[in-house]
């Protein structure tokens, strides 16, 4: 049975910076796409971070250049780390895998229990 457990998250200054991990276990192929989203209430989830199988990274723009994914194939965990925090950066964030790649499309079979990021101005 598949598992993703996030840890990470919390309160921050607007400017100062988080990193989220995401645990995956009990996946049944070697290798598989990692992505990150997030959602404020009321909105649809929005994929913001993609690893795939090969490696290649994609970002939605909203992040770029200020947020790295990343991922250990040994630990079988991936990092979101996040710089330079903006309020509008608030939401909860949930990782999800899959042995298919969906871009930033939020069609992942397997997800993470989701995490709050809060950050204040």
């Known amino acids: 049975q598949v598992h993703l457990v996030q840890s990470g998250g919390g309160s921050v200054q607007a400017g100062e910076s988080l990193t989220l991990s995401c645990v995956v276990s009990g996946y049944p192929y070697p290798s598989y796409s990692v992505a990150w989203f997030r959602q404020i209430p009321g909105k649809e989830r929005e994929g913001i971070a993609l690893i795939d199988n090969d490696g290649d990274i994609t970002y939605a723009d909203s992040v770029k250049d200020r947020f790295t994914i990343s991922k250990d194939n040994a630990k079988h965990t991936s990092y979101l780390r996040m710089n330079s925090l903006k309020p509008e950066d608030t939401a909860m964030y949930f990782c999800?895998?899959?042995?298919?790649?969906?871009?930033?499309?939020?069609?992942?079979?397997?997800w993470g229990q989701g995490t709050q990021v809060t950050v204040s101005s």
């Open positions: 999800a895998a899959d042995v298919f790649e969906y871009k930033l499309s939020p069609q992942y079979k397997f």
